[in-house]
């Protein structure tokens, strides 16, 4: 199987709290101080979504370098990179 990282586990969690955030006060304003028709509150959770949905395929397309390096390499490169500086 193939899991998710650490990383983009927290990041998914970190998005989807500030758009969450980001949907809220919207909503509070068009509530509060913008006077709107209804259907402005579907499309702007319509639009809250797409853009978290964008952002996170977004950020699953790009390869991050410790994805494409060994890791018993880069073990062995930080070792000898210490011996060297010593």
């Known amino acids: 199987m ?3 990282k650490k990383k983009d586990v927290i990041f ?4 989807s709290i500030l758009m969450g955030v980001i949907w809220i006060v ?4 068009m509530g509060l101080w913008i006077a709107v028709v209804p259907k402005a509150h579907i499309f702007w ?3 809250v979504v797409v853009v978290t ?3 996170s395929v977004w950020h ?3 390869e991050d ?3 494409l390096e060994d890791p018993k390499r880069a073990k062995y490169e930080r070792k000898k990179n210490k011996r060297k500086n010593k």
């Not at 998914?12 to 998005?15: D, E, P």
């Not at 919207?26 to 304003?29: A, H, Q, R």
Request: proline letters at 0%; glycine letters at 14%.
């Open 53 to 55: 949905l964008g952002i």
């Open 26 to 29: 919207g909503e509070l304003i």
């Open 45 to 47: 959770f319509v639009f």
């Open 12 to 15: 998914i969690m970190g998005l």
């Open 2 to 4: 193939n899991f998710m």
């Open 65 to 67: 370098e410790s994805d």
């Open 60 to 62: 699953s397309l790009i």
